[in-house]
C-alpha cells in the first residue's frame, strides 16, 4: 500500500533545530508551527516522535528544559506585584484581583505541565518510588500575622 500526503522532510539538523526552539520556549506545537514557517505541523511531529527513535529522545530532553524554562518563569510571575492594585475611582487602592487570580492560573497551568513534561523531578511522589522520606519536598509552614492597622491601611 502506498503512503498518502506529503512526504516527510525529516533531517538531523532540522530535528536539532525544532528541539533547540522547543526547550528555549514555553509555546507548544501548535504556536511553534504559526510562529516559524518552517517548523512542522503538530501531527508531522508526533508521527516522526513514533518513527524516528533518535528524534524522539531529543524531544524528551527538549521537554524537560521547557519544564526547567517554566520553573524560572514561575518564580517571575509570583514575584512580579506590578499589577496586583487597582485605584478605585474615589483613589482607594484594592487588590486587583483578576492579575492577582490570572497569575495564579499561570503559574499553576505551569506547575501542572511541569509535572507532566519531567515527572521524575516535578511529578508528585508516592511513598513506593522513594525509599527516603528525606528525599520527599516538605513545603515549609509559613504564618503571617497582619495586625489590623496594616489591614486598615490596606483598605484605605
Not at 516522526?48 to 524522539?56: M, R
Not at 518510588?129 to 503571617?144: F, G, H, L, M, R
Request: net charge neutral; aromatic share 8%.
Amino acid at each position: 500500500m502506498k503512503k498518502t500526503g506529503r512526504p516527510t522532510l525529516y533531517t538531523s539538523e532540522l530535528a536539532h533545530k525544532i528541539c533547540t526552539v522547543i526547550a528555549s520556549t514555553e509555546m507548544g506545537l501548535h504556536r511553534l508551527h504559526k510562529a516559524y514557517d518552517w517548523f512542522p505541523d503538530p501531527s508531522t511531529i508526533l508521527d516522526w516522535l513514533a518513527n524516528y527513535p533518535d528524534f524522539s529522545l531529543r524531544y524528551i530532553h527538549a521537554k524537560e528544559l521547557q519544564a526547567e524554562l517554566m520553573a524560572d518563569n514561575c518564580i517571575v510571575i509570583a514575584d512580579d506585584s506590578s499589577g496586583d492594585e487597582a485605584m478605585t475611582a474615589n483613589g482607594n487602592r484594592i487588590e486587583n484581583r483578576e492579575f492577582t487570580s490570572r497569575s495564579k492560573l499561570r503559574v499553576e497551568t505551569r506547575m501542572w505541565l511541569m509535572e507532566r513534561l519531567a515527572p521524575k523531578k516535578y511529578g508528585k511522589q508516592t511513598e513506593k518510588e522513594s525509599d527516603k522520606p528525606a528525599e520527599q519536598y516538605q513545603p515549609p509552614n509559613i504564618t503571617v500575622n497582619i495586625s489590623q492597622e496594616a489591614i486598615d491601611k490596606l483598605k484605605k
